[in-house]
C-alpha cells in the first residue's frame, strides 16, 4: 500500500530548466493537489485537479502546467525554472465524496540555481 | 491575502503541559476544517479533523475546538509529550475541495 508516490525526491536544476514532477496514488482518489512549502509559508496550493482530466489554479500557479494524466497520475511541470521555485513540492490525493482529508507524498525537494 | 491565519508561529512547551494553536479563517463557505501534523522531512499527516456543526472534537490527547460564529478554531495538545515536538497545519476545505492551509506552527516540548 503505496499511497502517494513523489519522484524524485530530489533534484537541482539550473535557471531556465525544465523538468516534470511526477505523481502517483493508489487509493482511487479523485481529487489531486500539488502544494509548495516555503519557511514561513506554509502549504500554498499551486493547482489541483477534481476529477480525471479537470484541472483548476490554486494560490500560486504561475510558472506551472500540470496534467492530470489519467485518475492515479498527476504531473507538475516547470517549463523555465526560476530560484524563486526553489521549494519543497508535495502531491496529495483526496477522495471528495467522503471529504476524507488528504493524503501525502513525501516531497520533492528542488533547488534551482 | 492568506486564506487561514494560523498562530502562534512557533510555541516551546514542558512535558506535561497544554499546547494550544490557534487559526482564523474568513469564508464561510469553508466546510471541513482539518489538522495536520508534520515532522522533518516527511510530507504532512492527518491528525483531526473537524465540522462546523460541532463545538468541540477530542481524539486522545487531542481536542478541536470551534467557534463558527467568531470563524476561529484551535487545536489543544493535552499532555504535551516530547514526541509531538513537529510542525502544526491548521488548514480548511468548502464545496470545490480545495484544501487551504495556514502557515504552520513549530512545537518544541521540552523534557
Known amino acids: 500500500n503505496a499511497g502517494v508516490t513523489q519522484t524524485p525526491k530530489f533534484q537541482v536544476l539550473k535557471t531556465g530548466q525544465s523538468m516534470t514532477l511526477q505523481c502517483a496514488q493508489d487509493?482511487?482518489?479523485?481529487?489531486m493537489y500539488w502544494y509548495r512549502q516555503d519557511p514561513g509559508m506554509g502549504l500554498r496550493l499551486i493547482y489541483y485537479?477534481?476529477?480525471?482530466?479537470?484541472?483548476d489554479k490554486g494560490e500560486v500557479p504561475n510558472g506551472y502546467n500540470v496534467s492530470r494524466l489519467n485518475k492515479r497520475e498527476f504531473s507538475l511541470r516547470l517549463e523555465s525554472a526560476a530560484p524563486s521555485q526553489t521549494s519543497v513540492y508535495f502531491c496529495?490525493?483526496?477522495?471528495?465524496?467522503?471529504?476524507?482529508?488528504?493524503?501525502f507524498g513525501q516531497g520533492t525537494r528542488l533547488t534551482v540555481v | 491575502q492568506q486564506q487561514v491565519k494560523q498562530s502562534p508561529q512557533s510555541l516551546i512547551v514542558q512535558k506535561g503541559g497544554i499546547s494550544i494553536i490557534n487559526c482564523a479563517y474568513e469564508n464561510t463557505a469553508f466546510d471541513y476544517f482539518p489538522w495536520y501534523q508534520q515532522f522533518p522531512g516527511k510530507g504532512p499527516a492527518l491528525l483531526i479533523a473537524i465540522r462546523p456543526d460541532v463545538s468541540e472534537k477530542k481524539e486522545g490527547r487531542f481536542t478541536i475546538s470551534f467557534n463558527k460564529s467568531a470563524k476561529q478554531f484551535s487545536l489543544h495538545i493535552m499532555d504535551s509529550q516530547p514526541g509531538d515536538s513537529a510542525t502544526y497545519f491548521c488548514a480548511a476545505m468548502g464545496s470545490t475541495d480545495k484544501l487551504i492551509f495556514g502557515t504552520g506552527t513549530r512545537l518544541q516540548v521540552f523534557p
Open positions: 485537479s477534481a476529477s480525471e482530466g479537470t484541472t
Open positions: 487509493m482511487n482518489h479523485n481529487s
Open positions: 496529495a490525493s483526496s477522495e471528495a465524496l467522503d471529504r476524507l482529508s488528504a493524503f
